[in-house]
Structure formats: C-alpha cells, structure tokens
C-alpha cells in the first residue's frame, strides 16, 4: 500500500523522466519509418529475346538486359571455337530483338611445289669455230616449295598468305658453247696460262690456240684468282646468293680432267688468298659483310688451310688473330708469302712489314702515309717478294712539298725494302698509286749472275693516278735500264691491274713474256723488245695469271 502511494505521490523529477522516454521513443519510430521509405523495391532482372544464327542455324534465346553478344551464344549453347568471331563483335552489348551471326573461322597450312625454271647461259668458247654452238651443260629445272596460311570464314576462303619459301632443289643452268674463234695466230706458251672470262675459269697449254674451260659456272668474282706455284691448282672466290655473305673460296684442280673442285669453307674473303710456294697450302683473310659502303669490316686476319692430292683439307689454322689494322684498317690488308713459305709480307694503309709465323706481332719495316681518299674506299700499296727472299718491292706515299696535309699528297714512288739491312730504297719516282710491281723468276745469266727484272706499271698522268691509265714498264732489279713496253705512245693505256710473268724462257734465249689484260683482252708482250700478241678477241677477260 506505501509502495503504491509512493509512486503515486512520486516526485515531479520522476514524472519527467517517464515523459522524456516517451517522447524519444516517438522519435526513433519517426526515423525508423523515414529510413524503411529509402530503400528501393526489389524487383525481378528484365529479360531481352535476341536472334541468334549458327551454322546455318537459327534460334532465339532469352537472356537478362545488358548481356553481351558472347553471353547470348553461350546461352544458346553454341560451341565457339578459338578462331571464330562473330556478327557484332563478341564484346558488343545486346537490346531487345537483336541479331547476332556466328562466324565460323579456321585456318591451314598448305605446301605447294613450284617449278624453278633453268637459266640459258652461252659460253664463248674461242677454241671453237665462230658461229658453231655445242650443249655444254643441259639445263634441268629446280623445285621450291611454299608454304602459306589460308584462312576460312564458314568454309570459305578469304586469305591466303605466304609463310616460308624453300628451295629444295637448285635449277642446273643450261650451258651452250658459242664459237668465237679470233683469227689470231696461236703462239707457244710455256707453262699454264689460267684466264677469267665472262665469270668463267679457262686455261691455255702449249699455244694460246689451245684453250678449255676448267669453271663454267659463271659466278666467280675476280677477287681472288689464282693458280699455283706447280700450277695444278686454280683459287678462285665465288660469288654468294645467301644473306650476309659476300663470296666463298674453292679450289679446282687443272692439270688434268678430273673436275676436281674443293669448297675450302671459307668465306667473305675480299682481299688476299693465295698458295704457298708448297702449292698445297692456302692462307686466305676474311672481312665482316656491313651494309653500309664499302660493304664489310675487314678482320685483317691471316688463316691457313691445306689441301691433298685426294681433295681432303685439313683443320684451318689461325696464323694472325683479327685485329684493328692500323689506320683505315677497316678497308683491310694485304698479304704475300715469302718464297721460302716461312713467313709473309704484308701491307696496309699505313705501311708494310713482316709476319713471322710463331709469332703474333707485326713487324713494321716501312711506315707510310697514309692516303686521304675522301671516299668509301682505302688505298693499300702493292706489294711482292724479290725472287730471292732478299727484298720487297712497294710503292710508298710521298708528301708534296706544300700540300694542305701530307696525307692528301698525289706522289707515289716505287720503292724496295732491303730485308737484310740498310734503308729502304726509291727506285723510280712518281709512278702512280697502283704500279703493283712484280719481279720476274730469276734468270741464270752467262756471267754467273742470278739476276730478275721488275715489272710495274707508270701512270700516265702520275698526279691524277687514282683516275689515270698506265703503261708496262719493266727494269733490272736495282731500277737501272728502265724502259716502257706497252701500249705505244699515243695509246690508250692499260687499267690498274698485277700483270703476269712467263713461268719459263719462252724460246730458249731468255726471252720473258709478260701476260696483260687491254681493253678486256689478253695480250701477251716480250719482256726484252716490246712486242704484243693478241690473244683473246672477245673483250670479257678480267683477271690472268701464269704458272
């Protein structure tokens, strides 16, 4: 009864405390119903009808608003291939009563087998009549299969590109002998006389009238041209058809007619090769092919192989490793065996010395200036051993009194560096810058005396020698009773070349001929009085050498 009366009589502080909780109570049910209005109705995803075409096929499938073109064909349970594509594009967002296309894609590779018709070459052949043709080498065609992609949209073909090309068998060119026989009167030659003609090797024996071919296959280059001491063996450079290649060096043996050929498996070689005095062994240098002028980066190496009498060739030997090769040694240097083959000479842009096998340095014996060209080009002098082993002949760059740099000097004189002391010697003054001495073998004279001349060419207008044609000069070894053979005055001069001495006496009274190349024929010039022979008539020589 008290505790009634109690609340009954409470306190006016109690009275407001209940009222205070009525009144918040009333306001969270307001923001209880304020918040129930915020949130949105959930309402079922609307649906979209799209028009599906497969293979011919057509159907149509229910899929939610905003699906994409792919979602749709999924939903149709249309199997997609990795290749196939569709009508819109996969990605492509749908609406209501859209088309989509399947577009089905493929791809195969197919191998087809072209014929790679045979060239026709003609071959003049100056042993044969004019006018007379003969099948030299019968043509047969090669073979090269091509790959190429083909793509299909719904099994029709719509591409068709080229993948890969292979030759899988070389065309064989078809050769026809033509007769060009010159009405030159055949002379007696002694020993092997080996031409470059029209990108082929042929070689005379006994008379000029007596010719054959030995390589007709129409690529050698002229770099390199060679034949051996013994003259059974022709060096010749091929020129390449592979990428990055320049040529290749090969062998072929011409004492005989067994065709013999070696590919020595060397290849890029631009400057020097050539036989020992041994005649089986080579050493050849080789050059990095660039694609800017002059077309390589010389690695001024020196690599030596041996070839024999079956045709196997020993493991290359690297005599000198690649190096810089002084100035300008990027255009490369040029080598000459001694006649002993025990070691060589060499020359370069900035001078010439000595290589001792055994031994990697270089030995400097004549230091030159060297030429500013001004071009893509570098000048190396020429450059060959004294029969005797006792001395080089080369030509050094003089400079002119005067001249802006002695680099860009136009004087060049002959020149022989004494290998057993004593200062190099100028032996004739102003010759032009490729006079390519070359000593003669050496004569036995009546007096008991060993003796050999020089051969040399002398630029016409010797300041302009870059440019100028010369004359054949010969002199005795020590340039005394020098003396001009060929052309006669008045004509017109030979172009820069190392002409070839008679391996023998030509008539048994010590009689030398000189082999030369003018105006793209072979002329033949007696050592001692002048006299030319013609030989050849069909301008297409290049290169001779005699042995």
Not at 42 to 69: E, F, H, M
Not at 268 to 292: C, G, K, L, Q
Request: charged share 20%; proline share 7%.
């Amino acid at each position: 009864m008290r505790l009634y009366h109690s609340w009954r009589v409470a306190p006016k502080k109690y009275t407001r405390y209940i009222i205070g909780l009525c009144q918040v109570s009333r306001i969270g049910l307001v923001i209880l119903l304020l918040l129930s209005g915020c949130v949105a109705p959930r309402v079922t995803q609307a649906q979209i009808t799209v028009n599906i075409t497969v293979d011919g096929q057509k159907d149509q499938v229910l899929i939610p608003a905003g699906s994409t073109a792919q979602a749709a064909l999924i939903a149709a349970k249309v199997n997609l291939n990795p290749l196939d594509r569709s009508d819109p594009p996969f990605y492509t967002v749908l609406t209501d009563g859209a088309n989509v296309r399947l577009i089905r894609v493929r791809e195969e590779f197919k191998v087809e087998q072209v014929v790679i018709p045979y060239e026709h070459q003609v071959l003049r052949n100056e042993s044969m009549p004019e006018g007379e043709t003969r099948l030299s080498q019968p043509g047969v065609n090669g073979i090269q299969e091509n790959t190429y992609r083909i793509v299909y949209e719904n099994g029709v073909e719509i591409l068709r590109s080229p993948v890969k090309s292979v030759v899988v068998k070389e065309a064989v060119p078809e050769i026809m002998m033509v007769g060009s026989q010159a009405p030159f009167t055949p002379i007696q030659i002694p020993g092997r006389l080996a031409y470059l003609q029209g990108g082929n090797a042929w070689v005379m024996e006994k008379t000029t009238g007596n010719r054959r071919p030995v390589v007709n296959s129409g690529d050698l280059d002229g770099r390199i041209f060679f034949l051996s001491p013994d003259g059974t063996w022709l060096l010749y450079t091929r020129r390449s058809t592979k990428e990055g290649t320049i040529n290749s060096l090969w062998v072929t043996k011409v004492n005989d007619d067994s065709g013999m050929t070696i590919d020595l498996h060397a290849v890029n070689v631009v400057h020097f090769a050539a036989f020992a005095p041994d005649s089986i062994t080579i050493a050849y240098s080789t050059v990095e092919p660039r694609s800017i002028a002059p077309g390589w980066q010389a690695n001024n190496d020196l690599v030596t192989v041996t070839i024999g009498i079956s045709g196997f060739t020993s493991r290359p030997i690297v005599k000198l490793d690649p190096n810089s090769g002084g100035v300008y040694g990027w255009w490369g240097t040029n080598f000459a065996w001694a006649p002993d083959g025990n070691r060589m000479a060499y020359s370069r842009p900035d001078g010439v010395g000595i290589l001792e096998f055994g031994k990697s340095d270089l030995i400097p014996l004549l230091n030159i200036t060297p030429l500013q060209t001004g071009s893509d080009w570098a000048w190396v002098p020429g450059l060959t051993w004294g029969p005797d082993g006792k001395e080089l002949y080369t030509v050094d760059h003089i400079p002119q009194q005067g001249a802006s740099s002695p680099e860009v000097s136009p004087l060049f004189d002959l020149t022989a560096v004494p290998l057993e002391g004593g200062a190099p010697i100028r032996l004739v003054s102003q010759v032009g810058m490729f006079a390519y001495p070359v000593p003669s073998p050496v004569q036995h004279l009546d007096s008991d005396e060993d003796a050999y001349q020089v051969a040399f060419l002398q630029a016409i207008f010797p300041t302009q020698s870059e440019t100028s044609n010369y004359r054949l000069n010969v002199m005795d070894r020590d340039g005394s009773n020098q003396r001009v053979l060929f052309p006669p005055e008045g004509a017109p001069g030979l172009k820069p070349q190392q002409v070839a001495w008679s391996p023998l006496v030509a008539d048994g009274k010590n009689t030398r001929m000189i082999a030369v190349i003018y105006q793209d024929n072979i002329w033949l010039v007696n050592a001692t009085d002048g006299q030319a022979y013609q030989i050849t008539g069909d301008g297409l020589t290049h290169r001779v050498d005699w042995k």
